[in-house]
């Protein structure tokens, strides 16, 4: 039986469109492929249950320390104003930290954009049930599937915010990726007059699943997610990390055509750069934009230096001012996690392809990228 958002859905043109043949397809067939995705869409928050569930987490956000930067931007957009939120995506434990900063602060919970491959077992359960996190099939070209979710998040957003990752997936090589335009496009179909995009960028000292990501290099097919938190919970042993979640000024929505390619493109592009730019620069990612593989530590100091100065030219969000002080906070976690090693007063490279994917986080603030080898 469809709810209200589900009978929302089904009255929207695009939709009605598809149902009478408009794509090439009519009749019941089709009516019951778009009622099949709207019960898979439908999801239900439950912000009290949510909050009791970090106990049972706790073995896992105790290890992360939660830091927020420029919380006013949202604390000031979230008075009347509907919002979405578009953050860089680097870790599973994305979907934890960053909505628990907004949930510390008082701040009214998104809804939240997640792959499907999250929602099996009881975890699936929690995240339909529980913190209202909305299934998104990935790189699916099947028309009903996409002008369903679209039409789902532009009726959605009449009553929630919505938390989502423009570039699809984790970053599996540690930079930055295209953004997909999919979501914006239909947060603006949703054509609420008072929508604001609001830039997040989080960054670790740490990635919990650095090792996996960078083995892999690319996603080269979805892997079982219970095999994933079997990984994640290997690698968790010894691990500690913080979590710098940055807000950025929101982005008015009002202007730009959701009929218009061009547009919803520069609007992605934007929201992009400004995701991008406030990333924070965290001492592990210079330490490994700098290093080489064998150095010693007056000279990777140095190069960090280097580092520093191109980046506070460009304003980065830089966590450090020296390379001294990047190293002294850098070196024992990377020697830690088994990425370098010091031998002889050398600091040698033990992972390389880790070492890489820390590198590539702050590659696109740079104008020589490239520099870890």
């Given at each position: 039986?469809?709810?209200?958002?589900?009978?929302?859905?089904?009255?929207?043109?695009?939709?009605?469109?598809?149902?009478?043949?408009?794509?090439?397809?009519?009749?019941?067939?089709?009516?019951?492929r778009?009622?099949?995705?709207?019960?898979?869409?439908r999801t239900t928050?439950?912000?009290?249950?949510?909050?009791?569930?970090?106990?049972p987490?706790?073995?896992?956000l105790?290890?992360?320390?939660?830091r927020?930067?420029?919380?006013?931007?949202?604390?000031?957009a979230v008075?009347?104003?509907r919002?979405?939120?578009?953050?860089?995506?680097?870790?599973?434990?994305?979907?934890?930290?960053?909505?628990?900063v907004?949930?510390?602060?008082g701040?009214?919970?998104?809804?939240?954009?997640?792959?499907?491959?999250?929602?099996?077992?009881?975890?699936?359960?929690i995240?339909?049930?529980?913190?209202?996190?909305?299934?998104i099939?990935?790189?699916?070209?099947?028309?009903?599937?996409?002008?369903?979710?679209?039409?789902?998040?532009?009726e959605?957003?009449?009553?929630?915010?919505?938390?989502?990752?423009?570039?699809?997936g984790?970053?599996?090589?540690?930079?930055?990726?295209?953004?997909?335009?999919?979501?914006?496009?239909?947060?603006l179909q949703a054509?609420?007059?008072?929508?604001?995009?609001?830039?997040?960028?989080?960054?670790?000292?740490l990635?919990?699943?650095?090792?996996?990501?960078?083995?892999?290099?690319?996603?080269?097919r979805?892997?079982?997610f219970?095999?994933e938190?079997?990984?994640?919970?290997?690698?968790?042993?010894?691990?500690?990390?913080?979590?710098?979640?940055?807000?950025?000024?929101p982005?008015?929505?009002?202007?730009?055509?959701?009929?218009?390619?061009?547009?919803?493109?520069?609007?992605?592009?934007l929201?992009?750069?400004?995701?991008?730019?406030?990333?924070?620069?965290?001492?592990?990612a210079?330490?490994?934009?700098?290093?080489?593989?064998?150095?010693?530590?007056r000279?990777?100091?140095?190069?960090?230096?280097?580092?520093?100065?191109?980046?506070?030219?460009?304003?980065?969000?830089l966590?450090?001012?020296?390379?001294?002080?990047?190293?002294?906070?850098?070196?024992?976690?990377?020697?830690?996690?088994?990425?370098?090693v010091?031998e002889?007063?050398?600091?040698?490279?033990?992972?390389?392809?880790v070492?890489?994917?820390?590198?590539?986080?702050?590659?696109?603030?740079?104008?020589?990228?490239?520099?870890?080898?």
């Amino acid at each position: 039986m469809l709810d209200e958002i589900g009978q929302a859905v089904l009255a929207r043109e695009e939709v009605v469109k598809y149902l009478r043949g408009g794509l090439g397809e009519r009749g019941d067939q089709a009516r019951e492929r778009i009622y099949a995705y709207l019960e898979e869409l439908r999801t239900t928050q439950r912000p009290a249950i949510y909050r009791a569930l970090q106990h049972p987490l706790y073995p896992i956000l105790r290890k992360i320390e939660r830091r927020h930067e420029n919380l006013h931007h949202v604390e000031n957009a979230v008075r009347g104003h509907r919002l979405v939120y578009a953050s860089n995506h680097k870790s599973h434990t994305d979907y934890l930290v960053e909505p628990l900063v907004l949930d510390d602060n008082g701040i009214r919970p998104p809804l939240i954009a997640a792959g499907i491959n999250l929602f099996g077992g009881p975890l699936g359960l929690i995240h339909k049930h529980v913190t209202g996190a909305i299934p998104i099939r990935r790189n699916t070209k099947d028309p009903a599937y996409l002008i369903t979710l679209k039409a789902y998040v532009a009726e959605i957003l009449k009553k929630h915010d919505i938390f989502f990752y423009p570039e699809g997936g984790r970053s599996y090589s540690g930079e930055l990726k295209p953004s997909k335009t999919g979501l914006i496009h239909a947060a603006l179909q949703a054509e609420c007059p008072n929508l604001l995009i609001v830039p997040v960028a989080i960054a670790y000292d740490l990635v919990l699943e650095d090792h996996i990501l960078a083995k892999q290099g690319t996603k080269k097919r979805q892997r079982p997610f219970s095999r994933e938190v079997a990984e994640m919970v290997r690698y968790a042993v010894g691990y500690r990390s913080r979590a710098f979640v940055t807000f950025g000024a929101p982005i008015s929505a009002a202007g730009c055509d959701p009929n218009s390619r061009t547009e919803v493109l520069e609007l992605s592009r934007l929201v992009r750069t400004r995701i991008g730019s406030q990333v924070k620069v965290l001492p592990t990612a210079l330490f490994a934009a700098a290093m080489r593989p064998s150095i010693t530590r007056r000279d990777l100091e140095q190069r960090i230096d280097r580092i520093i100065e191109e980046l506070a030219a460009r304003h980065a969000n830089l966590a450090v001012t020296t390379g001294r002080q990047a190293m002294d906070e850098a070196a024992e976690p990377l020697e830690t996690r088994g990425i370098v090693v010091l031998e002889g007063g050398r600091f040698r490279v033990r992972e390389r392809n880790v070492l890489k994917f820390y590198a590539r986080s702050i590659e696109h603030l740079l104008v020589t990228p490239g520099r870890a080898h």
